[in-house]
Each structure stands twice: as structure tokens, then as C-alpha cells.
């Protein structure tokens, strides 16, 4: 699977826009990004997935660049809530093919009043 | 639905002994991955199992094992317990091999002394 590279850390100020990036610059053409978050002590948490055209659900929209080397995470609204780890991954998803997630570091991201 | 569940989720163990951990996926769901999370390494694939069978193993040694169930529940064991093994061990449910969505369950904490 690709590596993927993203800042250790950002701020938002709640009630704004989180724009967090993420780089794949040797993502394949069948691979796709994934967004996990990883709230302080608890298991990781599904947020969303593409492959190239932008996608959004009621939690985020992901937008991914037109050459796929890179993508970011919108959280249109942030709020306190949305502090947390952010891990963008990329996999080739296919029935029958592994489930396995290679996490990086990830982005902190800290939402302040 | 109920979510993936974890058992016991927090463990204190010393040097030398043995521990299994157990994990309830989400009803209906057929895969189940374990990770290991420490400080230092972040989040590491240990195994997938799909269908009772082990279908993916990441790199660790021979004292990490596991297994699944026909009603899909998942057990990992660690033998002859070292330091290094206190982690927060994350268990994680799909639908289907490979599935797109992957559900974590809250881990089990693990301090060996």
C-alpha cells in the first residue's frame, strides 16, 4: 500500500472549516483514501473513502486532486467533539482482498473555542 | 445493532504469563482484523481472519496468535508476556474480507509488569 504523508498537527477554531491534507504522491490507480479518526482512548472511526471523484457524507467530504496525489478532509463545522487523531490511509479495496489498514502517524487536530 | 465489543477491556499481567483477548464483532459481519497501538509504533496490523481461517498476518513474533470462531467472535493470544506487549489492543469487524468500512471496537488495555 501507498504511504501517505500528513502534518503531525493542527488548530481549528470551532465552528470553522478543518481542511486537513493529506499527500499520496505513489498512490496506484486502484488504490483508495480512507479517513479513520481516533478520539483519546477510543478504537479508530470510520469517516469516509474515495477514489477520485470528491465524496461527501453527513460527516465530511473528502476532495481528491485530479492527478490523485493528494487529497484533503473537510469537517465543514468543527467543534470540540471533532478533536481527535485523523489517519488518512490508502488501500486497494476489492471483495476478497485484505482488510488491512497501514496507519501512519496521523494529524492532531485540536479544536479550541 | 450493538457495536464490536472487547473483552476484558483492561488487563494486568506480568512478564512471562499468557492472556487471551476476546472480541464480539458487529452481528452479521464475517472479518475481523486485531492491531496492536503503542506509543512508540502507533497503530500495527496483527492478523485478519475471514470465514474461521486466517487471512493476513502482519509482522510480529510467534507469541501472537489468534482465531476465529464460526459465529465470527475473535480471540487473540499472547504467550509468554513481555514489556514491550502493554498496549491498547484494537479489534476491528467488516462485512465482508477486505470490507470497506471497518468497525473498531473500544480495545483492550494491556499492562504487562
Same mark, same amino acid.
Not at chain 1, 504522491?25 to 486502484?30: A, C, K, L, P, Q
Not at chain 2, 509482522?59 to 510467534?62: R, V
Given at each position: 500500500d501507498a504511504k501517505t504523508t500528513q502534518p503531525p498537527s493542527m488548530d481549528c477554531a470551532e465552528g470553522r472549516a478543518a481542511n486537513l491534507p493529506c499527500n499520496h504522491?505513489?498512490?496506484?490507480? /486502484?488504490e483508495y483514501v480512507y479517513w479513520y479518526r481516533q478520539i483519546h482512548s477510543q478504537g479508530p472511526q470510520y469517516i469516509i473513502h474515495g477514489l477520485k471523484n470528491n465524496e461527501t457524507n453527513e460527516m465530511a467530504s473528502l476532495i481528491i486532486t485530479e492527478d490523485r496525489k493528494s487529497s484533503t478532509l473537510i469537517l465543514p463545522h468543527a467543534t470540540l467533539r471533532d478533536t481527535a487523531v485523523y489517519y488518512c490511509i490508502v488501500r486497494v479495496w476489492a471483495a476478497g482482498n485484505t482488510g488491512k489498514l497501514i496507519f501512519g502517524q496521523g494529524t492532531t487536530l485540536q479544536v479550541k473555542p | 445493532k450493538a457495536g464490536v465489543t472487547q473483552t476484558p477491556r483492561y488487563l494486568i499481567k506480568t512478564r512471562g504469563q499468557q492472556v487471551t483477548l476476546s472480541c464480539s464483532p458487529i452481528s452479521g459481519h464475517r472479518s475481523v482484523s486485531w492491531y496492536q497501538q503503542t506509543p512508540g509504533q502507533g497503530l500495527q496490523f496483527l492478523f485478519e481472519y475471514f470465514s474461521e481461517t486466517q487471512r493476513n498476518k502482519g /509482522?510480529?513474533?510467534?507469541r501472537f496468535s489468534g482465531r476465529q470462531f464460526s459465529n465470527s467472535r475473535s480471540e487473540m493470544n499472547v504467550s509468554t508476556l513481555e514489556l514491550g506487549d502493554s498496549a491498547l489492543y484494537l479489534c476491528a469487524s467488516s462485512l465482508g474480507q477486505g470490507g470497506s468500512e471497518q468497525f473498531f471496537g473500544p480495545g483492550t488495555r494491556l499492562t504487562v509488569l
Open positions: 504522491s505513489t498512490i496506484s490507480g /486502484n | /509482522n510480529f513474533p510467534g
